[in-house]
């Protein structure tokens, strides 16, 4: 009886390790709202194909993959709209004016130097066209971090996003 009890323990233990689980869904919030006198179509965030998924992508000895347990709540290029949105409600989902603003994100991903150490990277192109004319901006964010857990990775992108909304919208109000 002993026998049948651990080996019916031991299946059931073993097929527990089969049993996919759900990635955990994370959030990046602005923590800032930014203004504007006028209004700016938003009419389009772009990026890679690799990056442009839910999976949160990270790079550690140099190779690039996503984690295992963590992921967007939505594709990369919905988080930065939603973002934008959020932050700056001056930008507008709809063409009601002339000025036109293209995001285009290169990399959006930590480069880890140890497990808890790296820099976090999020470079991006804006492209603010008004009446036929472009206006064009790089933003490439590198910064070490050290974190002790991912709800600190988290903040780090958190932190790199707000320096991006920051930069977009002093390139904006200089704009136009």
Request: charged content about 30%; proline content about 2%.
């Amino acid at each position: 009886m002993k026998k049948i009890f651990l080996v019916v323990s031991a299946l059931l233990i073993s097929s527990c390790a089969f049993v996919k689980k759900e990635k955990e869904i994370e959030f990046i919030k602005p923590t800032k709202i930014y203004t504007n006198n006028s209004y700016v179509y938003l009419a389009g965030v772009h990026s890679a194909r690799y990056l442009d998924t839910d999976d949160m992508a990270y790079i550690f000895n140099r190779k690039f993959s996503y984690f295992a347990k963590h992921k967007f709540y939505c594709s990369l290029n919905c988080v930065f709209e939603n973002y934008l949105l959020e932050s700056s409600p001056y930008l507008v989902q709809k063409p009601i004016t002339n000025k036109r603003l293209y995001v285009y994100i290169y990399d959006f991903e930590p480069d880890f130097k140890t497990i808890h150490e790296g820099k976090m990277l999020l470079k991006a192109k804006f492209y603010l066209e008004d009446k036929g004319k472009y206006r064009i901006k790089d933003f490439d964010y590198q910064k070490h971090f050290h974190v002790k857990n991912f709800a600190g990775l988290m903040k780090e992108e958190n932190i790199a996003m707000d320096t991006l909304i920051k930069a977009l919208n002093e390139f904006i109000r200089k704009s136009v």
